[in-house]
């Protein structure tokens, strides 16, 4: 496999409490970005974060280019407007666990060009 691209910043949701994204897409993506050797964040539950209003969210918000691996793109973008960070409308692109392939968001992840969710 190729490296991932690591000009964007990555977001990884383990979606710990809801539990709604199949258990095998999200220890299988985990492992790729692992063994990919890039650098990302790994967050226990973005819909916990943005209920306690995480500080660090706005930090997602406001950082630049950056990937979020988690649920379906327009609930990720209420989460964080809910916590007081929403997401720009440019430069941030969310791939969907519950909806696609481990397969698919790994080479997305290696794609480098800025795809809007």
């Known amino acids: 496999m ?25 220890q299988d993506v985990l492992r790729r970005l692992t063994e990919s050797g890039t650098s990302f964040d790994a967050v226990a539950d973005l819909c916990e974060m943005a209920a306690r209003r995480d500080p660090w969210l706005e930090g997602v918000a406001c950082q630049g280019p950056t990937q979020i691996v988690a649920c379906y793109p327009r609930a990720v973008k209420w989460l964080f407007s809910s916590a007081g960070a929403p997401l720009p409308e440019h430069g941030i692109r969310i791939l969907n666990m519950r909806t696609e392939a481990a397969e698919a968001i790994a080479a997305a992840l290696e794609t480098a060009e800025d795809v809007d969710a």
Do not use: E, G, L, S
């Not at 190729?2 to 999200?26: E, F, G, L, S, W």
């Open 2 to 26: 190729r490296a991932m691209n690591t000009q964007r910043r990555i977001v990884y949701c383990h979606c710990a409490y809801a539990q709604v994204v199949p258990a095998d897409v999200k």
